[in-house]
């Protein structure tokens, strides 16, 4: 009898480090064509351990990959002079605020103060209309691409990374056919990626403590962007069996995912700072991403540089610059 020594193991682990290495070249090519290195700017106004990881990882990607970065620490009532000041200083190139800072409206406040063509997060109100609205470009030339929320932007690169995206299929049509999860459904993250993943042609299961909504662009996905239905009564064991692809992000190191709901062959991945998922996974995914840090750091350079050539203007092809061929953001979907 053969040993089960033989067989290989049934679930691939993915690496985000991985997937940033194919990013990261994208990104040198296109740090290639500027006469001098974007310079970055973070605020940190909070005590939060992982906003100062995630400063520390910003400022180590920068300084590894020929981009200038300054740290700020201000105090949280200063904060919104201290955006002003670098919003009207021509030296600096992108800006981001490690939320959060109040933990409420007063964020999104914030949010907003930030120049839009120094916004590398994507959250200026401009930016999230067009995500939801499925604009992929700021002019109608479409030269200028529009900026993406950086978390979930990662876990859609690395969606593709993984070829969930179906290069078969056209541009904004690529999730046609898949089934996906998402658990958490935050405004900064949870939403925003349900709503890509939906314009992309998936049916989306977005679940949070209030329930479970559906996006989704419509039978045969024929209509230009996504919606939402409420799915009245329905929980994640209604929905988590359905989907091929399971995207958590629960904040806390309490939630655990119920890995009996998950279906034999999913695609799990974790964008939490903490593991959402238990070491069980790996008997029942068939990839496992136990984290995205690495690329979201990587997507957050993209956006950096993009801002940039989006300022620069046509001169040095800000639409082609960071994009390889047959890339989510290459095209918007036909009308």
Request: overall charge neutral.
């Amino acid at each position: 009898m053969a040993s089960t020594a033989e067989h290989p193991p049934s679930c691939k682990v993915v690496l985000a480090g991985t997937v940033a290495k194919t990013l990261l070249a994208e990104v040198h090519q296109g740090l290639s064509k500027l006469d001098k290195a974007p310079l970055l700017v973070g605020f940190l106004a909070n005590k939060d351990p992982a906003a100062r990881m995630y400063a520390d990882w910003t400022m180590k990607t920068c300084t590894e990959n020929g981009f200038r970065f300054e740290l700020r620490e201000v105090d949280r009532e200063e904060l919104e002079e201290h955006l002003l000041t670098a919003n009207a200083d021509t030296a600096v190139d992108g800006i981001i605020v490690y939320y959060p800072i109040f933990g409420n409206r007063q964020d999104q406040y914030l949010q907003q103060i930030v120049d839009v063509s120094k916004d590398v997060e994507g959250l200026s109100h401009r930016y999230i209309f067009n995500m939801y609205q499925n604009i992929r470009f700021l002019d109608e030339q479409k030269l200028q691409k529009s900026i993406l929320p950086c978390t979930p932007l990662a876990v859609i690169k690395i969606l593709e990374h993984l070829q969930i995206y179906n290069s078969i299929l056209p541009y904004g049509n690529r999730l046609f056919g898949h089934t996906i999860t998402v658990v958490n459904r935050s405004e900064v993250v949870g939403r925003p990626l349900a709503a890509l993943l939906a314009n992309d042609g998936a049916c989306v299961y977005s679940v949070d403590v209030t329930g479970v909504q559906q996006f989704t662009r419509g039978e045969g996905i024929k209509k230009r962007r996504h919606e939402v239905i409420e799915k009245d009564g329905w929980g994640l064991e209604n929905c988590a069996p359905l989907s091929d692809v399971v995207i958590s992000g629960v904040p806390g190191d309490s939630y655990k995912f119920p890995i009996n709901l998950l279906r034999d062959g999913a695609v799990c991945i974790n964008f939490s700072s903490e593991k959402n998922f238990s070491p069980e996974v790996k008997e029942k995914a068939s990839i496992y991403v136990p984290a995205i840090g690495k690329v979201t750091i990587v997507v957050l350079l993209r956006n950096l540089l993009r801002n940039v050539q989006n300022r620069k203007g046509a001169a040095i092809q800000p639409a082609s610059a960071v994009e390889r061929p047959g890339s989510l953001e290459e095209a918007a979907p036909a009308t």
